[in-house]
Every structure is written in C-alpha cells, then in structure tokens.
C-alpha cells in the first residue's frame, strides 16, 4: 500500500455516527462540496457552480489530497455528501514546537442545518486533531454570520484574537 492510500485509509477511520459518515472527500465529491460552499450568502457571490464546473475546483482539490497536512473531508447521509470542512494541520516553534488544527470551509446542506449534524462534524474534527498531536484548534467565521459565531461558541470556541485579510487581486 503506497503513503497516498495509507494516508487515506487513516483519514476514513471514524466510524458513522448514527447514519453520518465522516470520510476523505473524493474527486467525484467536488461538484456536491462545490454545491454546499456556494448554498449560502456569502458562498453565492463567490463560488462558480456551473456545468461544467470550472477545473480551478479539481486543481485545488488535487492539491489538498496530496498535502499531508491537509484533510478535505465530507459527512455522508445515505451514501450522499451533506457536509464539508477543511482541516490543515499547521507546525509552530510556539508551545515548544506544537502543532495546530485549522478548520477551514465548514458547510452543512441547507435541510439538515440546525439538526446536530454540524456539531457532530466538528466534534468529529477536535476529535481528528487531537489524533494529529495538536494542541489548540482553531477557526474563523466570517463576522456577519452571527448564528455561526453563537454554534462555534456553543462547542467552547472563544473569540481571542482579531483576524485581518489582504485580498490579493489577480
């Protein structure tokens, strides 16, 4: 078995929870993440998802796959994708060389959001972490989604920094 499958393996190991299932997302996953990212007000504006989808898409998710501290992974109902996040497992010299968890991309469908489905997702992602060795988890939420910042809190989340960003144009 080649490091790729082993990694893979590793990554699809939880077992479903109830009739979740938390899995390495898969090339043909990209058009159902694509779907999830751009089914809200802020993915609207920015995600492209035409028919054909733009191969920029494919491109990203191939480098995600082969970046072994990267995890793109999907919660499946009934062999159907109904969530998403991105996990990116960072190396710091602070806390003596520790390591940290970022969850990026977080999207649940739209019929099963406020039914436990996130939260059991983002346990399933803490959980992964400290797998990974990591000693602090972290996120960032866009600050006009106010329900997503209370949901964060509510699984002990605290706002302890200020973010920033610099578009860069291209």
């Given at each position: 078995?080649?490091?790729?499958?082993?990694?893979?393996?590793?990554?699809?190991?939880?077992?479903?929870?109830?009739?979740?299932?938390?899995?390495?997302?898969?090339?043909?996953?990209?058009?159902?993440?694509v779907?999830?990212?751009?089914?809200?007000?802020?993915?609207?504006?920015?995600?492209?998802?035409?028919?054909?989808?733009?191969?920029?898409?494919?491109?990203?998710?191939?480098?995600?796959?082969?970046?072994?501290?990267?995890?793109?992974?999907?919660?499946?109902?009934?062999?159907?994708?109904?969530?998403?996040?991105?996990?990116?497992?960072?190396?710091?010299?602070?806390?003596?060389?520790?390591?940290r968890?970022?969850?990026?991309?977080?999207?649940?469908?739209?019929?099963?959001?406020?039914?436990?489905v996130?939260?059991?997702?983002?346990?399933?992602?803490?959980?992964r972490?400290?797998?990974?060795?990591?000693?602090?988890?972290?996120?960032?939420?866009?600050?006009?989604?106010?329900?997503?910042?209370?949901?964060?809190?509510?699984?002990?989340?605290?706002?302890?920094?200020?973010?920033?960003?610099?578009?860069?144009?291209?």
């Open positions: 078995m080649d490091r790729k499958t082993q990694r893979r393996d590793t990554r699809r190991g939880a077992a479903p929870i109830g009739d979740l299932e938390f899995r390495a997302a898969a090339r043909d996953d990209v058009r159902s993440i779907r999830l990212l751009a089914d809200d007000p802020h993915g609207s504006n920015r995600e492209d998802f035409g028919d054909p989808l733009p191969e920029d898409y494919y491109n990203a998710f191939e480098a995600i796959d082969e970046d072994r501290n990267n995890e793109l992974v999907v919660a499946c109902s009934n062999g159907r994708v109904v969530g998403v996040l991105q996990l990116t497992f960072i190396p710091h010299l602070t806390y003596t060389g520790g390591w968890a970022q969850i990026e991309g977080v999207r649940i469908d739209a019929a099963l959001r406020s039914t436990g996130g939260r059991t997702m983002l346990e399933w992602a803490i959980e972490a400290r797998e990974r060795g990591c000693h602090v988890v972290q996120l960032t939420t866009d600050r006009l989604r106010h329900e997503a910042k209370r949901f964060y809190e509510g699984l002990g989340f605290e706002a302890t920094h200020d973010g920033m960003k610099l578009h860069l144009n291209q």
